[in-house]
């Protein structure tokens, strides 16, 4: 069979209009519709084309391009500078613009809290579109790498350390400088030693910065490049990392509040990212899950206190470990005098309370009942008789444990890792972000807030389509704004 043979020198004209460049099924088409339909008077960008001073580049095509990257996996402003140059779809995209690598840079620095509104905009417009109901949400962390090594985080006594150790080389540069200043003699060059000067003060001002924050914090361990990020442990090991959560709505799996903290674990994250996720909704949700990372009972009760039913599994649901013979739940508590029945009938009464804990204890009221017991051996072998610890909010610990059981609990509990952990596969894989590119916690969030909604746009183009979604977007534009 013959082959077919490319020839480069073959004359061939592109479309005569950058409108041809793409056809009208082209996924690109979707972004450009979406930047569109933002309210940039909302996101805090100043669209004024008649401002004074030299011509700056359209905010809606800066932004269309990073977003649009992003959603490809291109990140970096140097890359996205050349796809500007040859890639068609980015071509068609900016309409012919092409910014240098310093200006998408600075666009992006300069606009971080406007990056952090994309996804609340993107996810009205789901709302809009009947995409997302709100009724029932999960919530999921995954850690994503920070810009900045792990060999860069020290404990504050090596800042004062290298602090006091950066101070003694400037006072020697400095004399050396004088001493270059007073000499006749043409062997010395200042301008390398203004320029190791300047080097010096620049890490003085690092490690300064360093120190300063992790006395406002009281961090033992602060990192010197990216001092918002903290250490991490993973299954890949331990490393600089922001512990990224994500509220994710039952309907058709899309993100609706996105947020980077700095906490390692998920237990203090729960009723924090429910209540920021109803905010943009503008409606409390009906139920609300999540994995036993979460499994907090003062936390869960945050938001079980106003009605909502939390299915948060504890770790011992988790973990499917079966009680142990005469466990606490086997003891009966009655509330009206204040004690528990060990399952024999024999009465615990209450012991004192842990001042530390609030814990309060109970004690078998006659030991010999204990001792004469059969099962005595197997319940406790405490000659005092059986002890029943018993927590400050052990009603609301059973209550969710009780939920969690509960057949129709347990269906909404089998959809949480097809809808929580998809996009964190989305993000890691398809989008190419196994680190942060923006350093500083704002930096994050823009980032954070640009990936969820380029996961967004991705599952909305394989419901809709691209035709229908662009003539979607393009007639629910003003619906979004506000």
Same mark, same amino acid.
């Given at each position: 069979?013959?082959?077919?043979?490319?020839?480069?020198?073959?004359?061939?004209? %592109?479309?005569?209009?950058?409108?041809?460049?793409?056809?009208? $099924?082209?996924?690109?088409?979707?972004?450009?519709?979406?930047?569109?339909?933002? $309210?940039?008077?909302?996101?805090?960008?100043?669209?004024?084309?008649?401002?004074?001073?030299?011509?700056?580049?359209?905010?809606?095509?800066?932004?269309?391009?990073?977003?649009?990257?992003? /959603?490809?996996?291109?990140?970096? /402003?140097?890359?996205?500078?050349?796809?500007?140059?040859?890639?068609?779809?980015?071509?068609?995209?900016?309409?012919?613009?092409?910014?240098?690598?310093?200006?998408?840079? =600075?666009?992006?620095?300069?606009?971080?809290?406007?990056?952090?509104?994309?996804?609340?905009?993107?996810?009205?417009?789901?709302?809009?579109? $009947?995409?997302?109901?709100?009724?029932?949400?999960?919530?999921?962390?995954?850690?994503?790498?920070?810009?900045?090594?792990?060999?860069? @985080?020290?404990?504050?006594?090596?800042?004062?350390? +290298?602090?006091?150790?950066?101070?003694?080389?400037?006072?020697?540069?400095?004399?050396?400088?004088?001493?270059?200043?007073?000499?006749?003699?043409?062997?010395?060059?200042?301008?390398?030693?203004?320029?190791?000067?300047?080097?010096?003060?620049?890490?003085?001002?690092?490690?300064?910065?360093?120190?300063?924050?992790?006395?406002?914090?009281?961090?033992?361990?602060?990192?010197?490049?990216?001092?918002?990020?903290?250490?991490?442990?993973?299954?890949?090991?331990?490393?600089?990392?922001?512990?990224?959560?994500?509220?994710?709505?039952?309907?058709?799996?899309?993100?609706?509040?996105?947020?980077?903290?700095?906490?390692?674990?998920?237990?203090?994250?729960?009723?924090?990212?429910?209540?920021?996720?109803?905010?943009?909704?503008?409606?409390?949700?009906?139920?609300?899950?999540?994995?036993?990372?979460?499994?907090?009972?003062?936390? %869960?009760?945050?938001?079980?206190?106003?009605?909502?039913?939390?299915?948060?599994?504890?770790?011992?649901?988790?973990?499917?470990?079966?009680?142990?013979?005469?466990?606490?739940?086997?003891?009966?508590?009655?509330?009206?005098?204040?004690?528990?029945?060990?399952?024999?009938?024999?009465?615990?009464?209450?012991?004192?309370?842990?001042?530390?804990?609030?814990?309060?204890?109970?004690?078998?009221?006659?030991?010999?009942?204990?001792?004469?017991?059969?099962?005595?051996?197997?319940?406790?072998?405490?000659?005092?008789?059986?002890?029943?610890?018993?927590?400050?909010?052990?009603?609301?610990?059973?209550?969710?444990?009780?939920?969690?059981?509960?057949?129709?609990?347990?269906?909404?509990?089998?959809?949480?890792?097809?809808?929580? =952990?998809?996009?964190?596969?989305?993000?890691?894989?398809?989008?190419?972000?196994?680190?942060?590119?923006?350093?500083?916690? /704002?930096?994050?969030? +823009?980032?954070?807030?640009?990936?969820?909604?380029?996961?967004?746009?991705?599952?909305?183009?394989?419901?809709?389509?691209?035709?229908?979604?662009?003539?979607?977007?393009?007639?629910? @534009?003003?619906?979004?704004?506000?």
């Amino acid at each position: 069979m013959a082959y077919r043979y490319g020839h480069r020198k073959q004359i061939a004209l %592109l479309p005569a209009s950058i409108e041809d460049y793409v056809g009208e $099924d082209a996924v690109v088409r979707v972004y450009d519709a979406f930047v569109d339909a933002l $309210d940039f008077e909302e996101l805090g960008i100043l669209e004024d084309p008649a401002q004074v001073g030299n011509s700056a580049y359209d905010p809606r095509a800066m932004l269309k391009l990073l977003v649009y990257g992003y /959603s490809y996996g291109v990140k970096s /402003s140097r890359k996205l500078e050349r796809e500007t140059y040859y890639n068609l779809s980015f071509i068609w995209l900016m309409g012919g613009l092409k910014p240098d690598h310093k200006t998408i840079a =600075e666009f992006r620095r300069n606009h971080l809290w406007a990056l952090q509104q994309v996804l609340k905009q993107c996810a009205r417009l789901c709302l809009e579109l $009947d995409l997302i109901e709100g009724n029932i949400l999960f919530t999921d962390g995954a850690k994503i790498r920070a810009n900045a090594g792990r060999g860069k @985080s020290h404990q504050q006594a090596y800042y004062q350390e +290298a602090l006091k150790g950066i101070e003694g080389r400037i006072d020697r540069l400095l004399e050396e400088c004088e001493a270059l200043d007073d000499s006749e003699r043409d062997w010395g060059s200042l301008v390398a030693v203004k320029k190791e000067l300047a080097q010096a003060d620049g890490q003085k001002a690092a490690i300064a910065k360093a120190l300063k924050w992790g006395k406002e914090r009281a961090e033992a361990v602060v990192n010197q490049t990216d001092p918002d990020c903290a250490l991490m442990k993973s299954v890949q090991g331990s490393h600089t990392s922001y512990n990224v959560q994500s509220v994710v709505d039952d309907k058709h799996g899309l993100i609706v509040q996105a947020e980077a903290v700095r906490d390692g674990t998920d237990v203090n994250q729960f009723a924090r990212q429910i209540s920021q996720a109803e905010e943009v909704l503008g409606k409390e949700c009906e139920v609300a899950c999540a994995d036993a990372g979460y499994a907090d009972t003062e936390e %869960l009760g945050k938001v079980d206190a106003r009605g909502t039913k939390v299915i948060v599994p504890s770790q011992r649901q988790a973990l499917h470990k079966k009680e142990k013979p005469f466990s606490k739940h086997e003891f009966r508590y009655e509330k009206g005098g204040d004690c528990y029945y060990c399952p024999a009938g024999h009465r615990l009464k209450y012991d004192g309370t842990d001042k530390l804990t609030a814990r309060r204890h109970y004690r078998m009221e006659k030991a010999e009942h204990c001792l004469k017991c059969q099962h005595y051996g197997v319940c406790t072998k405490a000659k005092r008789g059986r002890k029943i610890i018993r927590l400050p909010n052990e009603e609301l610990k059973e209550k969710l444990e009780a939920v969690y059981e509960e057949p129709e609990s347990q269906k909404i509990y089998a959809r949480r890792k097809t809808r929580c =952990e998809h996009p964190f596969g989305h993000i890691k894989r398809n989008l190419k972000t196994d680190s942060f590119m923006l350093r500083g916690l /704002s930096g994050v969030q +823009a980032e954070t807030s640009l990936l969820a909604t380029c996961f967004n746009l991705a599952r909305m183009i394989a419901i809709f389509g691209v035709k229908a979604l662009v003539g979607k977007m393009t007639a629910l @534009s003003p619906a979004i704004a506000g």
